[in-house]
């Protein structure tokens, strides 16, 4: 498990970030801190691979935070979660060690995307002592995922990691049929979206789609894993 603090002085948005993280697998929220007092008297006494971490706290700088960790040569990953967008900012982030920068508001959808990201390199770097160029490229190239690899088997519009997170809505529903719909509320994921990837899974011969007739409305279109 990946050990996660949320460093975020907003109640609601800290308890949104956190009903979130609950939806991807392999993340273990540790704590929620409002502040950065809190969340350095929490890290002194318990391992923390990973912060989800707002700039703007009350009279506290999320980027001057990262700085001081780096001097102090604490290890652990920075993903930023602010409503800053402007380049200096974001410049700023990445040189000091930010894995990741989302603008607020963010979708669920691109959150799990960062945090799935941040766990394939997490993984990689865990696993093994050395690292491969094709492997490294996936995290610091500009690179969404390795092109060499399993990319040419997606046409163009399909995500690698959205692909993932619908895959696994339909992976965890114990063989029982889902609508997209229902697909798109469990993950997160806008529903035209959903219907997308779930016909391409069809074309890939990878679920099984019937459609159920009711005594009112349109007919729904249900899916799930094709058993071969």
């Known amino acids: 498990m990946i050990n996660v603090m949320i460093i975020e002085d907003d109640p609601m948005v800290r308890d949104i970030n956190s009903k979130f993280l609950k939806k991807v697998d392999d993340f273990k929220l540790v704590k929620a801190a409002s502040n950065l007092t809190e969340a350095m008297e929490f890290m002194n006494g318990n391992k923390v691979d990973l912060l989800l971490l707002d700039i703007y706290l009350p009279k506290e700088n999320g980027i001057e935070f990262m700085k001081k960790l780096r001097k102090e040569g604490t290890e652990v990953d920075v993903i930023l979660i602010t409503a800053d967008k402007t380049s200096v900012m974001i410049q700023e982030a990445l040189r000091y060690g930010a894995v990741d920068y989302l603008i607020k508001p963010f979708t669920l959808e691109r959150f799990k995307e960062a945090l799935e990201k941040y766990k394939q390199m997490y993984n990689s770097f865990s696993s093994s002592n050395t690292i491969e160029q094709k492997t490294l490229d996936k995290y610091i190239a500009g690179s969404p995922f390795d092109k060499s690899n399993d990319e040419e088997d997606f046409e ?61 409305g349109r007919p729904q279109h249900k899916y799930k894993i094709k058993v071969k």
């Open 156 to 216: 163009k519009g399909i995500n690698k990691y959205t692909y993932k997170i619908i895959w696994n809505e339909i992976e965890n529903s114990n063989d029982n049929y889902k609508t997209a719909e229902e697909i798109s509320m469990s993950s997160g994921v806008a529903r035209v979206t959903v219907r997308k990837y779930l016909d391409y899974m069809e074309k890939e011969d990878k679920v099984k789609k019937i459609i159920e007739y009711g005594k009112v």
